[in-house]
């Protein structure tokens, strides 16, 4: 009997369909992918599963018993923890109080008994593995600590189903490993895991079975083995895609951007150079500094020594403005945060980096800025009804293009994108990918900072990578293999 | 129909004013007549021009609670400068002015040397600017203005009740609403209210915004405070308390969202003449003044409210435009 199964499961938000009459099952030691583009429901599903939404029709079935309308402690109850992107840890209270956060621990009602619950909390960190001591405060732990500490929760909380999302997007890639073993501890203790990814290769490594969703709707659920990559994207878009890294004809050409002993922003002594019509792609922990040698070279922070120089010059910029009058630009990793204005109409998002040229005497010329708009929408092929859309949205894949048509419709030709196609769709990735090639063609260099080792090895021509705020080694496109950048990003250069 | 509702949703203010206008028109006989609509036109005069600031604060994504402290300070200094020194008007004015931008200045500068929200510094200034103002003026009123100064804020054109400080609020109420939605300085004004993190990395120097937007509040402070005393001819440690509630209130019906990012002019405006209408319209029906404090915190709180109907309502549309958007995009594959 599977411990976990929806069961016709319908959930419409105001004008739209989310979940559509949705049924799935997942077993006891197993670990199961949920994948689908994004607004396929995937997250919705999680939400109802865990409590926090309510399905309009449909049931969950937690060990044979059937909620409708389950709440989030009725959840709780029936052994289900989620692991969401956000990671939900108090930072400045110890792993043991984060552990047992909300749980009494020895006898007294006032006064938690820190010795008990040290030990106990020894004793998860002992199971899943871990060598972080449980006094240690949760704001000193690296991502993957944190993510290892939010799975002991769920192991505290005796849970039969862990449901995680995404958990590969905010660890580095050498600490993904360390992830999977314990989840596939978890799955050996009888769990039912719930693994929500884009990333197609660590599915296949890591899941026994797959179910797809799209726009709402439940379409397959397949073991892995056996399973094609290309039937898997199949099931995913509803259609067959090419080749995922389009092949690049591009003319490697003069250096457009060197740094010589750049230091500073936690960084040390960085000494990088592409060329135009390049991809140099930048690996890494998360951590290891290479986000902070990209705010120092498109301008937002200041180095404290060393050189940048812009084709063959050395330029000094004292802001985002002085890097981009040079061609210097920055598509950021977090496209939400500090890519988009979320709320203002994407003809508002695509000129906001130009806004200062478009105008005369300080007045915006509307005319312009619209002419502009509509050029990278057209070029970038941004799939939206209207210019006047709000940023909001536009689908995953959408607005990492238009966080792409402000920086290109500034003029940048030498253009860091960081994480570029972190949580889109596999067809949006395509595109993106399609679009750094074309740009690569006509003569931009590009910086590509990446987590995501396929990508990393796909589209680069060469990589550098980072380890604690210095550059580890390089590797040429003959060099390239995973096992070989993993090294270099644990600060392993024998 | 929907379009009418959507119209009168963006434009709440607008649409309560005129109809708070009509009921004060067929009830009071002298109420809808060229004179007392001037009158109330430059009874506000100095509450508008400062939201023209206060405004500008709050559609960059920041809050300032010192404004009737800063206005009244700046206002104590002005008459003493008046009444006891000898320094000509003219100069006295733009003294005036120069001390407000320097306090604003000062306020921008504390915000970015302890990395905090503006409401927090303003907060701290408002107390320290009240305690100040009572020194200075030993809790007395400073009044026997010279008539000079008075004639700033009280000299008539063309009509007896069309005053210097109407007119003078109205070229600034055009030149910041023609700012705000024209030129690349709004522009950048709203991306900032819009997202901080982003405007900064699109390239907008953010820190230099926010001193030119500083100044820029210090100096309608400035000069609200000047029409303010000249009209009234008497300034006092507590000339102008508490008329930032008055202002916030305003400008969150005139749809300027707490948050940042979004608002007009015009609708500010609006919001504020309808706060000044319903306190108008409590004074002549001789309300305790205590209860009117309660009305105005209702009032306020209803404002933000509003606030936060507007932002729902706008999340229930997205829901359903995003569904369209992503409906397309399939179809055209």
């Known amino acids: 009997m599977p411990i976990l199964e929806v069961a016709n499961i319908t959930k419409r938000y105001p004008g739209v369909t989310a979940l559509d009459d949705v049924s799935m099952s997942f077993e006891r030691g197993e670990i199961h992918a949920l994948m689908g583009e994004n607004g396929a429901g995937k997250s919705t599903l999680v939400k109802i599963i865990a409590g926090a939404e309510s399905a309009d029709d449909g049931e969950v079935i937690v060990g044979g018993k059937a909620f409708r309308g389950m709440t989030p402690l009725d959840a709780k109850r029936a052994g289900i923890s989620v692991i969401y992107q956000e990671l939900n840890l108090a930072p400045s209270l110890s792993v043991a109080e984060n552990l047992f956060i909300g749980k009494r621990v020895g006898n007294s009602r006032v006064r938690p008994d820190f010795g008990e619950m040290n030990r106990r909390a020894a004793e998860v960190l002992r199971e899943l593995g871990s060598n972080v001591k449980p006094e240690t405060l949760v704001f000193e732990l690296s991502a993957s600590q944190q993510q290892l500490v939010e799975i002991g929760k769920a192991l505290v909380d005796n849970c039969k189903v862990l449901i995680m999302d995404e958990p590969s997007a905010a660890i580095a890639v050498a600490e993904v490993e360390n992830m999977f073993r314990v989840v596939r501890q978890m799955r050996d203790r009888g769990v039912a895991v719930i693994y929500i990814s884009h990333r197609i290769d660590e599915v296949f490594e890591l899941c026994g079975r797959v179910s797809i969703l799209r726009d709402g709707q439940y379409i397959a659920t397949e073991r892995t083995e056996g399973l094609s990559r290309r039937g898997l994207i199949r099931h995913m878009v509803g259609r067959e895609l090419s080749e995922t890294f389009p092949r690049r004809a591009a003319r490697v050409g003069e250096a457009a951007l060197e740094a010589v002993g750049l230091t500073g922003n936690g960084d040390f002594n960085i000494n990088l150079t592409v060329r135009r019509g390049e991809v140099l792609g930048l690996a890494g922990l998360v951590g290891a500094g290479r986000a902070e040698f990209a705010k120092m070279v498109c301008g937002d922070v200041r180095p404290a020594s060393g050189e940048l120089r812009v084709n063959g010059r050395v330029r000094r910029f004292g802001s985002v403005a002085d890097a981009l009058a040079e061609g210097v630009g920055l598509i950021p990793e977090d496209r939400k945060r500090e890519g988009l204005f979320m709320d203002f109409a994407i003809d508002w998002n695509i000129p906001s980096m130009s806004f200062k040229r478009l105008s005369r005497f300080g007045i915006v010329s509307q005319k312009k800025a619209e002419a502009l708009t509509d050029r990278y929408v057209d070029a970038l092929r941004i799939k939206t009804p209207s210019t006047r859309q709000a940023a909001r949205n536009l689908s995953g894949g959408n607005q990492q293009k238009v966080v792409v048509a402000r920086t290109l419709a500034a003029e940048a030709d030498i253009l860091i994108f960081d994480e570029p196609t972190r949580g889109i769709d596999v067809g949006s990735k395509q595109e993106i990918y399609s679009l750094m090639n074309g740009l690569a063609e006509s003569g931009s260099a590009i910086i590509m900072i990446t987590s995501d080792m396929e990508e990393l090895l796909g589209m680069s021509d060469r990589v550098a990578v980072m380890y604690e705020g210095r550059v580890t080694g390089e590797l040429t496109r003959g060099e390239f293999s995973q096992q070989r950048a993993l090294e270099l990003a644990s600060g392993y250069t024998a | ?333």
Request: aromatic residues 8%; hydrophobic residues 50%.
């Open chain 2, 1 to 333: 129909m929907k379009r009418t509702i959507d119209f009168c949703q963006k434009n709440l203010a607008l649409v309560l004013l005129v109809t708070a206008g009509a009921i004060f028109s067929a009830t009071t006989a002298n109420f809808f007549t060229l004179t007392n609509i001037l009158n109330i036109l430059n009874q506000n005069a100095y509450t508008i021009i400062a939201m023209c600031g206060v405004a500008l604060i709050m559609i960059g994504g920041d809050l300032d609670m010192s404004v009737g402290y800063h206005m009244s300070i700046c206002g104590v200094l002005c008459a003493m400068m008046l009444t006891r020194t000898a320094i000509p008007v003219p100069v006295v004015v733009a003294l005036t002015v120069l001390l407000s931008v320097a306090a604003a200045t000062l306020t921008t500068f504390l915000t970015e040397l302890l990395a905090i929200p503006r409401i927090f510094v303003t907060i701290g200034e408002a107390t320290l600017f009240q305690g100040c103002a009572y020194v200075i003026t030993n809790s007395k009123t400073i009044s026997n203005l010279p008539a000079a100064f008075k004639n700033i804020a009280q000299g008539a054109l063309g009509h007896p009740s069309l005053t210097y400080a109407t007119l003078i609020m109205a070229v600034f109420v055009a030149a910041m609403s023609f700012t705000l939605s024209h030129t690349y300085f709004g522009r950048h004004v709203f991306s900032m209210g819009g997202n901080l993190t982003a405007a900064r990395l699109a390239g907008i120097n953010t820190r230099r915004m926010k001193y030119i937007i500083g100044i820029l509040v210090g100096f309608f402070l400035g000069v609200a405070a000047v029409i303010l005393i000249g009209r009234t001819g008497a300034a006092a440690a507590n000339t102008a308390a508490g008329v930032e509630i008055n202002i916030l209130t305003g400008i969150l019906l005139g749809g300027v969202s707490i948050r940042g990012g979004e608002g007009k002019i015009s609708n500010c405006v609006a919001g504020i003449l309808l706060v000044a209408l319903i306190s108008n319209g409590m004074q002549l029906a001789g309300w305790n003044p205590y209860y009117q404090y309660i009305a105005k915190g209702v009032i306020m709180l209803c404002a933000l409210g509003f606030d936060m109907f507007q932002m729902r309502r706008r999340s229930v549309m997205n829901n359903q435009r995003k569904e369209e958007i992503v409906k397309t995009a399939a179809r055209e594959g």
